[in-house]
């Protein structure tokens, strides 16, 4: 079962800007306090095609779980491991044309993929019927899929599938009334929720992040950074 939520947003700030704060939203929560989650980031690749200009890069991010709450309680604990306070890695890649004004993103987990797959999907774009230097339109289309179901069906079958989710639930039965099917619906409608929920909190660091370089510039912002890292280095034990 697959199950996609598509929005879309414009930011008051053009193109350039808007890229840059893509790469930045993630290095410190001091510069976007929306990004307390992300433990750690790691750049694996960039790099410039020389015939098209394009920047190509690829990144590592390690956040606290993305799975819900509501998700985790519904999976038995040789899935989950008994605790919901797991990290996740998250890949992303990007490619920007500033030539021709767009930016295409993909983040994809690359834990938890056989009981949630979350693709998330972004096309920034200088719009058509708008003044260029004042607005970046974002197109935003993010694909859940979860295959918890089929893994039931194909290593227990049905009717023992049922019969353990009902043990692994306390006897109640929620598993056993939803059925392999009914199991990947709803986790794949409350992981498109919580996805809701976080959009909007992406976008507000967004918007506190391109304000900080309207305000100050990038020199600025990267002061910014760079005292916050000299704090966190200086507040590890040694």
């Known amino acids: 079962m697959v199950l996609t939520h598509t929005t879309n947003h414009t930011y008051s700030h053009p193109f350039p800007t808007v890229t840059l704060a893509f790469f930045l939203r993630y290095c410190s929560p001091q510069l976007n306090p929306f990004a307390s989650h992300v433990l750690s980031t790691d750049t694996i690749e960039s790099r410039v095609d020389p015939v098209t200009g394009r920047l190509h890069t690829t990144r590592i991010h390690l956040k606290k779980s993305r ?6 309680k519904l999976l038995p604990s040789s899935l989950t491991g008994g605790t919901s306070d797991k990290a996740s890695y998250i890949l992303e890649t990007s490619v920007v044309d500033m030539r021709e004004g ?13 009981v949630l797959s979350v693709v998330e999907r972004q096309l920034y774009t200088v719009p058509k019927n708008k003044p260029a230097v004042e607005n970046t339109e974002v197109e935003t289309k993010v694909v859940f899929r979860s295959r918890l179901g089929d893994r039931i069906r194909d290593r227990l ?6 019969a353990e989710a009902a043990a692994n639930d306390g006897g109640g039965g929620f598993f056993a009334r939803l059925g392999a099917r009914g199991v990947q619906r709803s986790i794949e409608t409350l992981a498109s929720t919580k996805t809701q929920d976080q959009l909007g909190k992406s976008r507000e660091g967004m918007r506190i992040i391109l304000e900080r370089l309207r305000q100050t510039g990038i020199m600025g912002v990267l002061e910014l950074r760079k005292m916050a890292s000299q704090r966190s280095s200086e507040a590890v034990p040694h």
């Not at 799975?67 to 985790?72: E, I, K, Q, R, Y």
């Not at 079958?157 to 049922?162: E, I, K, L, N, V």
Request: aromatic residues 8%; proline residues 8%.
């Open 67 to 72: 799975l819900p709450p509501a998700v985790m």
């Open 102 to 114: 767009w930016m295409q993103t993909e983040s994809r987990n690359l834990n938890f993929v056989g």
């Open 157 to 162: 079958g049905q009717a023992q599938a049922q």
